[in-house]
């Protein structure tokens, strides 16, 4: 008897669960719960060997086509996986930019040969990428961008001059794909080209940025007279805006709902010391947990209409919108309930990561386009308003 699709789905639920039971223990037991770069004791080089096992466990490039290396699954396998590697504690993914952002982009405008080149590296946990958009005066604008890169004459080189900020990763990354202004006197949207870079060369320096928490996530790239092969440009050169754009639209993907499977890690987390701490008994904080769980809710449901095909794009340009102000008040929440105690400096080890939920959470509303600039995004492009 042929098994109904329900029945498909939970027997791939099972799968994922038990691979991560047998996987995620021993030496990678550190990473239970690591929510990334970032994070107090996030080891990356054992993240990396992680990326490896997940490769050799097949649980990469699970949406890729099959002549990719891909498993091609349908998108509420996919929805199963990032859900379930989540709850099974599944620490936050060093290969993420790779994977889901530069691949489907190179797959889309990539020539032959840099499919070739690149994306099995991706594939196997092997190769690490950072993302060099934003730059400091050009973060949420990023049509201002004035990173230059111009062809050497005699070799057919770009040679790239410029600095990136909020780069993240790029301290454990060997590659970088950044976008440059390749025509002289060009403006704003027109003349740009997405160029792939090595990191590890001469006329580039990475300079970790110290966060609030103490730690470093983001990093400043300095380009100096760095240099790549004349053919390692994604789509047609002075047409980058373009490809650009298509690999941010990349990020409204499956993985959005591993990104929310956290959250509900981090609002369970919030509920349990509400009920050990009183917390619970208080009538505005149980409203505000009541509320945070029917956000929740209403994002979960938003992102899988997201990430269906043809979805129109008004209904795409609000997910950033909506999850990082709601992860926002996630954090003043777990504040709140923590009370008294979260005004100092925690060293619990079940209580920091509530404190520093708090801490990461301020800048969610401000990185990869602030409010206001997602609130004109989605007036001039989704209801195609006047500027």
Request: hydrophobic share 40%; glycine share 12%.
């Amino acid at each position: 008897m042929k098994m109904q699709e329900s029945e498909i789905n939970e027997a791939f639920r099972t799968e994922v669960r038990e691979w991560m039971g047998r996987h995620l223990r021993g030496k990678f037991a550190p990473l239970k719960h690591a929510s990334g770069l970032g994070a107090e004791g996030y080891d990356a080089e054992l993240a990396k060997e992680w990326e490896q096992e997940l490769a050799r466990g097949g649980w990469t490039g699970l949406g890729w086509e099959t002549q990719y290396g891909g498993r091609n699954l349908p998108l509420a396998q996919q929805v199963i996986f990032h859900e379930e590697y989540v709850r099974c504690g599944g620490p936050g993914r060093i290969g993420h930019i790779g994977e889901t952002l530069l691949a489907p982009t190179l797959m889309a405008f990539g020539t032959p040969e840099q499919k070739q080149r690149f994306l099995p590296g991706i594939l196997a946990g092997k190769d690490y990428w950072a993302q060099g958009y934003s730059e400091p005066g050009a973060g949420s604008d990023l049509a201002a961008i004035r990173t230059k890169a111009q062809r050497d004459p005699a070799t057919g080189e770009w040679v790239i001059n410029g600095q990136k900020v909020w780069t993240s990763w790029a301290h454990e990354s060997e590659w970088i794909f950044v976008l440059a202004r390749t025509e002289e006197g060009s403006s704003r949207h027109t003349g740009l080209t997405l160029l792939l870079v090595p990191l590890n060369q001469p006329g580039v320096e990475v300079r970790p940025i110290r966060q609030i928490t103490g730690t470093s996530e983001f990093n400043e790239v300095f380009l100096d007279g760095a240099r790549t092969e004349g053919a390692l440009h994604l789509g047609p050169v002075g047409d980058g805006w373009k490809v650009a754009m298509y690999l941010l639209g990349c990020e409204r993907g499956a993985s959005t709902l591993g990104q929310q499977a956290h959250f509900r890690y981090e609002l369970d987390l919030i509920i349990a010391l509400a009920r050990r701490n009183g917390a619970a008994r208080d009538p505005l904080l149980r409203q505000r947990l009541a509320k945070a769980d029917m956000g929740l809710q209403t994002l979960r449901a938003h992102a899988l209409r997201a990430s269906s095909e043809n979805t129109p794009m008004r209904v795409a340009s609000v997910s950033k919108y909506a999850w990082s102000n709601w992860h926002r008040d996630l954090g003043e929440l777990a504040m709140d309930v923590l009370g008294e105690q979260g005004e100092l400096l925690m060293t619990d080890a079940a209580l920091r990561p509530l404190q520093q939920l708090w801490l990461v959470s301020r800048a969610d509303t401000i990185y990869a386009g602030t409010n206001e600039i997602q609130m004109n995004l989605m007036a001039e492009r989704a209801l195609g308003m006047p500027r």
